[in-house]
Every structure is written in C-alpha cells, then in structure tokens.
C-alpha cells in the first residue's frame, strides 16, 4: 500500500511538472539546442529527485572516465523509461533513437520534437535504418550524442535480446566512437510497471570501442560482450537460470 501511494504521488508530481517544462522546451525552438537541453535537464533533474525521495530510487554511475571528450554513439541496454531520463544526466547533451509515434505525447512528444530526437518508423525496414544513420550524423557532426538502444525494445532483467547493428552502423558510417553501456535500471522500474520498487541502480560505463576502420557487425560484436558481460557483473542472481542452463 505505501509503495502504490509513493509511486501514484510520484507520477502526479512528474506530470504536473513535466507541463510547464515542456512547454518551455516547446516554445525554445527559437533558441540555440544548447539552451534547449539546458532547460530539459531541469526536467530531468527534478525527476531524478522525485525519484531519489519519493520512490527511494538511487543510481551510481561507475566507468565515468570511459566517456570520450567528443560525441558518440552510446549503446545501452534497456530494461526501463528510467535510462531514457537517467542517461540524460550523464551524457546531456544526447538525442535517442526512438518510435516516431512518440511525438504526438502531449508535451513530452513536443519536447522530442524540439531537441531533435531522431525518430523512426519501424515497419519501414531498411528505410528505417538509413533515416537513423543519416540522421544520426548529422548529430554527431553538430555535436549532439547519439543514443541506441540496440536490443530494439525494453528487455527484463536477466534476458537478452538480438543486438540490431543499426547503431555499430552508424558509428563506422560517422567515424566515431561507441560507448557501451549496462544498467540493472528495470529491477526497480520494471515495464509497464505503475509500482516502482526502492533501491540503487547501477549504470557502468565501458571503454569506447573505436569503429573507424571497424565493420559494424565486429563493432556491434564487441559491445554486445562487454554488455551482457557486465550485465552478469552487476546483477548475477538475474541470471542464475541462464547460468545453470549452460551448465547443464
């Protein structure tokens, strides 16, 4: 009962917030992107906060001197909408791959819109796919990050995913970097979930993989080992199922 009322008061504080925000962020359109993400990052922070004093939900961030000075391609797992906020934290100046049906949210979907999020309609298959590359330049040339989350969709704590290389692609076809990242977010913040539970999320931060010279499938290889490994690292009783299966 007091993890529903925390979690419902929480939602109505992030709402509640989140339309005045985005309607700042709406009408910045005018004003360089910088300045757009500055005003985001006061969203973000603000629900960062409700979520450390509200839901009890804490995060570490551990590998911080892997991030490269100059933009990249972060490949992260994803469990939760918590990263899509939390990552915002660390890398703040980043737009997100995500489905183009999103901008029509209220507000939020607005926001999208404003800070260049790179959208993208999936059933148009490899379409799809060169939109996020030549699209995902762009950023990258501008100096924006660019984050992918590669398994697609939010996979539950303890399962993995196919690793899609659209974003190994986009890496090799831009020349940069790629950033691996893992996180055990959906453990506290699970899919669709309204009840949050209390606890402290890590988010590790691998050495960047250097795609230049790369073929995205290595590319995407390599991050998809150091993840899943990581993975096994920071929450090894999620997979104490696979782990027994392989030794049988």
């Known amino acids: 009962m007091i993890a529903f009322a925390k979690s419902l008061l929480f939602h109505l504080l992030v709402t509640v917030f989140t339309i005045p925000i985005g309607l700042l962020v709406t009408l910045s359109l005018v004003v360089p992107i910088r300045w757009r993400f500055a005003v985001a990052l006061v969203w973000i922070k603000v629900v960062m906060i409700l979520c450390r004093y509200v839901l009890g939900i804490h995060f570490q961030v551990v590998g911080r001197e ?61 379409k799809a796919l060169l939109d996020v590359i030549r699209k995902g330049k762009e950023r990258l040339e501008s100096g924006l990050w660019v984050v992918i989350f590669p398994e697609g969709t939010r996979i539950a704590p303890g399962k993995t995913g196919k690793y899609l290389p659209g974003g190994a692609q986009l890496a090799v076809s831009a020349g940069v970097n790629v950033v691996p990242v893992a996180h ?65």
């Not at 993989?209 to 590319?219: L, T």
């Not at 090894?236 to 782990?243: F, G, M």
């Open 66 to 126: 892997n991030i490269p000075s100059e933009a990249s391609v972060v490949l992260s797992k994803h469990q939760s909408a918590w990263e899509t906020m939390g990552l915002l934290t660390i890398f703040p100046s980043a737009v997100f791959v995500m489905k183009k049906s999103l901008l029509w949210l209220p507000f939020i979907g607005w926001s999208f819109f404003t800070l260049r999020m790179i959208t993208i309609n999936r059933t148009l298959g490899k």
């Open 184 to 248: 055990n977010a959906g453990e506290f913040w699970a899919r669709n979930a309204f009840i949050k539970k209390p606890g402290l999320i890590t988010v590790s931060i691998g050495p960047a993989i250097h795609a230049a010279g790369k073929k995205a499938v290595e590319v995407n290889a390599l991050a998809e080992q150091w993840i899943e490994t990581e993975m096994r690292r920071i929450s090894p009783y999620c997979y104490l199922d696979v782990i027994s299966a392989s030794a049988n």
